[in-house]
T-cell receptor, first 113, second 111 residues
Framework: DAKTTQPNSMESNEEEPVHLPCNHS???????IHWYRQLPSQGPEYVIH???SNVNNRMASLAIAEDRKSSTLILHRATLRDAAVYYC??????????????FGTGTRLTIIP | DGGITQSPKYLFRKEGQNVTLSCEQN?????MYWYRQDPGQGLRLIYY???????QKGDIAEGYSVSREKKESFPLTVTSAQKNPTAFYLC??????????FGDGTRLSIL
């Protein structure tokens, strides 16, 4: 299975941008890069995903390196509600097209007021 | 509102007892998944089902069983063969290549 490497923890000040890195040097050409986040005692929440091009949505931006061996999740203006564990995941496409996700231990993001 | 409902939120199991965790979705998703999460760890896939009446083992299926008789439901049974069942169990669903939607989990403990 393709794997990802993330820092165990990061801190950021409230209202400042946050850049969460992810390395995935063994990514294959058909693997999508997904980001989820998990608040304590809750299920993970989808944040964003991409294949080759940078992506933006209302929650975050995803910057993907040209060689696709790394990516960065960008929270443009962190709030206290963004404190969570962030998972960078490579989606392996299943036979029916349904995704199989392999979660690592993620990055625990702490927001400092 | 559409979503995934897991019940109960907390569950206690006695030694040698089987327990069943419920997962229901009204999102009309074809695929459903069960994950286990231990403290400070990521999620590990137990079983997944891509269509009704079909399911496949994930990475840690030993000691667990599932059924998929209806599209909306994917119950997980933790059997007495699972010697270390204490964990946070998460159910998810997805449609085709869309992102997975997760429930709020069931926390299982041993009495």
């Amino acid at each position: 299975d393709a794997k990802t490497t993330q820092p165990n923890s990061m801190e950021s000040n409230e209202e400042e941008p946050v850049h969460l890195p992810c390395n995935h040097s063994t990514i294959s050409g058909t693997d999508y890069i997904h980001w989820y986040r998990q608040l304590p005692s809750q299920g993970p929440e989808y944040v964003i995903h991409g294949l080759t091009s940078n992506v933006n949505n209302r929650m975050a931006s995803l910057a993907i390196a040209e060689d696709r061996k790394s990516s960065t999740l960008i929270l443009h203006r962190a709030t206290l509600r963004d404190a969570a564990v962030y998972y960078c995941i490579l989606r392996e496409k299943g036979f029916f097209g349904n995704e199989k996700l392999t979660f690592g231990t993620g990055t625990r993001l702490t927001i400092i007021p | 509102d559409g979503g995934i409902t897991q019940s109960p939120k907390y569950l206690f199991r006695k030694e040698g007892q089987n327990v069943t965790l419920s997962c229901e979705q009204n999102l009309n998703h074809d695929a459903m998944y069960w994950y286990r999460q231990d403290p400070g760890q990521g999620l590990r896939l137990i079983y997944y089902s891509q269509i009704v009446n079909d399911f496949q083992k994930g990475d840690i299926a030993e000691g667990y069983s599932v059924s998929r008789e209806k599209k909306e439901s994917f119950p997980l049974t933790v059997t007495s063969a699972q010697k270390n069942p204490t964990a946070f169990y998460l159910c998810a669903s997805s449609m085709s290549v869309q992102p997975q939607h997760f429930g709020d989990g069931t926390r299982l403990s041993i009495l």
